[in-house]
């Protein structure tokens, strides 16, 4: 509900770990530790907010130079507009910027480990300026009437499937993880991506950590859950 919304996330406990290589794929990998909740990082319950539906990333094919589908999906949550202001709105994004300061005053601290190159400790300025950051809610300068906008992974995993959880606003499971097999273990096809359409949905985003490849430095949220109201077409 609203209150646990307008609640201040305890970053207290919570740590950026060392820089390793990312055993799943490129560039290196630095987890997000909560010492009170070893494997959940930081979680984040959003308001209801605008979100552009499930989409599937692309890359481009090197041999062919054309845009393909990765089988990973994401989602694009967009926050009110400055001309429509909302305290509630206000308030998740200023959690998310205070994750986002988290990781940065790391990797300050341990600039070394992260740009070897440079002489002397980065401000979060400097960093910014760079273009190195992303995954942060994104004000367009060329677009002030649009509200902020910030790519939200929905993890599938190899072994697990789909982590991703939908529910209508009654409670009412319309995806859960336990729906991708039948009762024999038999995969059934289930996914969260019909059930996640261009729409108002209420978050809920975890924080795993932070990828760095290219020198770009990638902070990691991911939908862990979302409500979906009844007043959505689906």
């Known amino acids: 509900d ?11 406990a919570v740590a950026l770990g060392k820089l390793k290589p990312n055993k799943s794929g490129p560039g ?7 010492k009170n909740f070893p494997r959940e990082g930081v979680i984040l319950m959003g308001p209801e907010m605008w979100c552009w539906g499930a989409q599937e990333e692309k890359e481009k094919d090197k041999k062919t130079d054309q845009l ?10 967009q926050l009110p507009s400055n001309k429509y202001p909302n305290e509630l709105s206000a308030h998740f994004k200023t959690q998310i910027q205070r994750v986002t300061d988290l990781v940065l005053d790391a990797i300050i601290s341990n600039y070394t480990d992260w740009f070897p190159n440079l002489s002397e400790p980065p401000t979060k ?17 060329k677009n002030l009437d649009s509200g902020p906008t910030m ?9 697990d499937g789909w982590q991703t959880e939908v529910y209508d606003e009654e409670g009412k499971p319309l995806f859960e993880r336990t729906d991708q097999n039948d009762a024999n273990g038999e995969p059934t096809g289930a996914s969260p991506i019909p059930h996640i359409p261009s729409g108002m949905i ?22 862990t859950q979302c409500v979906v109201p009844k007043k959505v077409d689906r």
């Open 68 to 77: 393909k589908g990765t089988g990973k999906y994401s989602v694009a949550l």
């Open 125 to 141: 300025h400097t960093l910014i300026s760079m273009d190195v950051v992303s995954n942060t809610f994104y004000q367009n300068p």
């Open 28 to 34: 290196n990998v630095a987890n997000l530790i909560n």
């Open 2 to 12: 609203d209150d646990d919304v307008a609640k201040e996330a305890d970053l207290s």
């Open 202 to 223: 209420r978050p809920l985003i975890r924080c795993s950590g932070v990828w760095f490849v290219n020198k770009k430095i990638s902070i990691c949220w991911a939908m």
């Open 151 to 159: 790519k939200v992974k929905l993890p599938f995993y190899d072994r």
